[in-house]
């Protein structure tokens, strides 16, 4: 069974930082395509951003410049670096595991920011 856990979301002002971390518990971890995405409040979720596993990356337009996905596959554990933080980041955030053909949740953390 994968089970993908996220942590290190919170409060935070805006123009600070905070890093999101999905640990995955199987090892199809070092073959997916790992992404994070996001849900505000009457809105639809969306991609903030994917890495594969070849490493190539993608990233939402309203977050490029200012979020860094990263993997580490010897801990089977991908983050996401947010900076300069705005108050329209304010979503719970969801790590997702694409996996041949199969796509993987975790429960979601919460970020809020503040103006």
């Known amino acids: 069974q994968v089970q993908l856990v996220e942590s290190g979301g919170g409060l935070v002002q805006a123009g600070g930082s905070l890093r999101l971390s999905c640990a995955v518990s199987?090892?199809?971890?070092?073959?997916?395509?790992m992404g994070w995405y996001r849900q505000a409040p009457g809105k639809q979720r969306e991609l903030v951003a994917q890495?594969?596993?070849?490493?190539?990356?993608d990233y939402a337009d309203s977050v490029k410049g200012r979020f860094i996905i990263s993997r580490d596959n010897a801990k089977n554990t991908v983050y996401l670096q947010m900076n300069s933080l705005k108050p329209e980041d304010t979503a719970v955030y969801f790590c997702?595991?694409?996996?041949?053909?199969?796509?993987?949740w975790g429960q979601g953390t919460q970020v809020t920011v503040s103006s």
């Open positions: 997702n595991a694409a996996y041949y053909g199969a796509t993987y």
């Open positions: 890495l594969t596993r070849r490493g190539s990356t």
């Open positions: 199987t090892s199809i971890f070092s073959s997916a395509t």
